[in-house]
């Protein structure tokens, strides 16, 4: 089931409240009045001449007592389960038309707007620039960043040229690569883009369909702008 306004709050809602208790007796299951009229009947026809001992009467009751709580709170942990997930369905209907962040070599410029590039450096580094090229592979902006301190950075790309005019709307490739110690090499990178609908998998996943990249798992989702 796909999500792409809110309108769907309701659709949810109803697909995944829980489910009504079945109130019918299920004939597989060994109830307290059943376990109470075997007790009884062990006791009408035990041997009178080798009695069972109290002591092991009351440990069958206490089983039971046992086995009836662990039921109990087994049947009350699906229902905690299945109402946490739908509360996450609901949630999920929200971020319809925000951004997020996704591990990404790729993110669509629009007619306006800017993309918002965060870079992971494990360590501390010298020096940094960010390249960007468009689809053909070609440079159409590169920048200096100095020094980075180790952590998630943020850089922001306006999408406009030094004369401060926009480019051409699709698919923008970035590119992160620090320097430290005379080495060089790539940083992870993670693009911003418009989540246009959530997909709720059959096994109750969530799938966000964002804008020029496509299908990314909920669990990819690095932050949610």
């Known amino acids: 089931m796909e999500i792409n306004n809110n309108t769907a709050l309701s659709r949810v809602l109803t697909e995944y409240a829980p489910a009504e208790k079945n109130t019918a007796p299920n004939n597989n299951e060994l109830g307290r009045d059943a376990f109470l009229k075997l007790l009884v009947a062990q006791l009408?026809?035990?041997?009178?001449?080798?009695?069972?001992?109290?002591g092991e009467f009351i440990a069958q009751l206490a089983q039971f007592s046992q086995l009836e709580e662990t039921q109990k709170m087994g049947g009350n942990f699906e229902q905690f389960a299945s109402a946490f997930q739908s509360t996450q369905h609901l949630q999920a209907t929200s971020l319809v038309g925000r951004p997020v962040h996704v591990e990404s070599d790729f993110s669509p410029l629009g007619e306006s707007g800017a993309i918002s590039v965060l870079a992971e450096f494990d360590n501390a580094v010298q020096s940094a620039s960010l390249t960007v090229y468009n689809k053909g592979g070609e440079i159409v902006d590169s920048f200096e960043l100095g020094q980075q301190p180790e952590g998630q950075q943020e850089f922001i790309w306006t999408g406009t040229d030094a004369n401060d005019e926009r480019f051409p709307p699709g698919n923008y490739y970035f590119e992160v690569s620090a320097s430290s110690g005379g080495e060089a090499s790539s940083v992870p990178v993670y693009l911003s883009a418009n989540v246009n609908s959530v997909t709720i998998e059959s096994g109750g996943a969530l799938t966000l369909n964002l804008a020029g990249i496509g299908k990314v798992s909920m669990d990819d989702i690095i932050q949610i702008n």
Request: charged share 45%; net charge negative; hydrophobic share 0%.
């Open 44 to 54: 009408e026809n035990q041997d009178p001449t080798k009695p069972e001992e109290n």
